[in-house]
């Protein structure tokens, strides 16, 4: 079956703009996760999804980052006025549940912000 | 989530065994640990968790010290396409609350060499 999708895969933006990256679930997972991962680093936790509602957020860099998930499935990370920091490898997961289940990653969409 | 200790980096030749380590002296009682590699370019993907007892899978073992305080991942027969880092994570999947995101530290790169 199909996996988590996100797109674009790759966006060049100029300083200033605004961007949105979108993020196709696992049909039927309730649990979606937004990481970012800058060149040679680790993943950074930004924001987790229980159905529509976001318990946890506390990764969210600066509030010019947001995201919104409608109808328990697709969500979109919004960057409004974006720097050059925030040029990185964006990462969707998905799970079944919350608890005792795995996560399905993305490819990513890579965000270079020239 | 407790923190995990890993090498940086490990080597191994081709069809070798590779055993790869993870410290987590802090683990408590509920805290699963969890298993995730990322290859060159691509998201994460799931490896192996367990609770207590030693796990197998078609991709690899886990092997949990009787204390819990370290784990080993074991790969059978390293294949170049297990070049990747791996993470070890520990979750308590019964944590209520908000504590749900899965939490990445910079983990092992393991080079496979033909």
């Known amino acids: 079956g199909a996996g988590v999708s996100q797109s674009p895969s790759n966006k060049v933006t100029e300083k200033g703009k605004d961007v949105e990256l979108r993020c196709d679930p696992i049909?039927?997972?309730?649990?979606l996760y937004w990481y970012r991962q800058s060149l040679g680093q680790g993943l950074e936790f930004l924001i987790y999804f229980q159905g529509n509602s976001a318990p946890d957020k506390s990764g969210l860099p600066s509030d010019r980052f947001s995201a919104e998930r409608t109808g328990g499935s697709v969500s979109t990370l919004t960057i409004q006025r974006t720097q050059q920091e925030d040029s990185a490898v964006y990462l969707c997961?998905?799970?079944?549940?919350?608890?005792?289940?795995?996560?399905?990653f993305g490819q990513g969409t890579r965000l270079t912000v020239v | 989530d407790a923190k995990t200790t890993q090498p940086n980096s490990m080597e191994s030749n081709e069809e070798e065994p590779v055993h790869l380590p993870c410290n987590h002296s802090?683990?408590?009682?509920?805290?699963?640990i969890h298993w995730y590699r990322q290859l060159p370019s691509q998201g994460p993907e799931y490896v192996i968790h367990?609770?207590?007892s030693n796990v197998n899978n078609r991709m690899a073992s886990l092997a949990i010290a009787e204390d819990r305080k370290s784990s080993t991942l074991i790969l059978h027969r390293a294949t170049l396409r297990d070049a990747a880092v791996y993470y070890c994570?520990?979750?308590?999947?019964?944590?209520?609350?908000?504590?749900?995101?899965?939490?990445f530290g910079k983990g092992t790169l393991l080079t496979v060499n033909p």
């Open positions: 049909s039927g997972h309730t649990a």
């Open positions: 997961a998905s799970r079944e549940r919350l608890v005792n289940t795995e996560a399905f």
């Open positions: 802090t683990i408590s009682g509920t805290d699963y």
């Open positions: 994570i520990l979750r308590d999947e019964n944590s209520g609350g908000s504590n749900y995101k899965l939490t």
């Open positions: 367990g609770l207590t």
